[in-house]
């Protein structure tokens, strides 16, 4: 499981994406900065933030 936490992005941020993959984790916040903040594009550099700042979790931790 991969964890974005936005506030690593964006100081005092509590937003959060979990998918299985980067790339579903990427294309969460992405679509969270379009629809909650706005953002009409989203530059390759911001992107790049994101995914720098992607980590691995303990799924297990999170399932019942």
């Known amino acids: 499981m ?4 936005s506030g690593t992005l964006i100081p005092g941020s ?3 994406a979990e ?3 980067v790339a579903e984790v990427v294309r969460r916040a992405v679509e969270n900065l379009k629809n ?3 953002e009409t594009e989203v ?3 911001m ?3 994101i995914k720098e700042r992607i980590v691995d979790v303990d799924d297990g931790a999170t399932k019942h």
């Open 36 to 38: 909650y903040h706005g």
């Open 47 to 49: 992107v790049e933030r």
């Open 43 to 45: 530059r390759p550099e």
């Open 14 to 16: 509590t937003w959060r």
């Open 19 to 21: 998918a299985e993959s």
């Open 2 to 5: 991969k964890r974005f936490d």
